[in-house]
């Protein structure tokens, strides 16, 4: 079993800055592509970044600019530095994780997991 264990969010003004975190644990053989996904009520989910694990990335056009991505392979985490935060950044924030794993007879199995989500709030 896979578990995506996020940290880091809270309330800041508008033009502040935060630093999510999403640690993934269990029985890893790899993991793929690692990213950050927001909800507000009533809306769908929608991608904010992603970064593959050669560190590739790949951004929201409203986050552009103001959102890093970044990932520590050893350490099996994800971070999505958040700068110039906005109003409109206010949200639920959830990680994601393309994780390979091995069964009792070493295949290979991909799952995509999901972490508990942690609530942005951006207002002064």
């Known amino acids: 079993q896979v578990q995506l264990v996020e940290s880091g969010g809270g309330l800041v003004q508008p033009g502040g800055s935060l630093k999510l975190s999403c640690a993934a644990s269990?029985?890893?053989?790899?993991?793929?592509?690692m990213g950050w996904f927001r909800q507000t009520p009533g809306k769908q989910r929608e991608l904010v970044a992603t970064?593959?694990?050669?560190?590739?990335?790949n951004y929201a056009d409203s986050v552009k600019g103001r959102f890093t991505i970044s990932r520590d392979n050893a350490k099996n985490t994800v971070f999505l530095q958040m700068n110039s935060l906005k109003p409109e950044d206010t949200a639920v924030y959830y990680c994601n994780a393309d994780v390979s794993t091995r069964d009792g007879w070493f295949r290979t199995i991909r799952t995509t997991y999901w972490g508990q989500g942690t609530q942005v709030t951006v207002s002064s």
């Open positions: 269990g029985t890893i053989f790899s993991i793929n592509a």
């Open positions: 970064i593959t694990s050669g560190g590739a990335t």
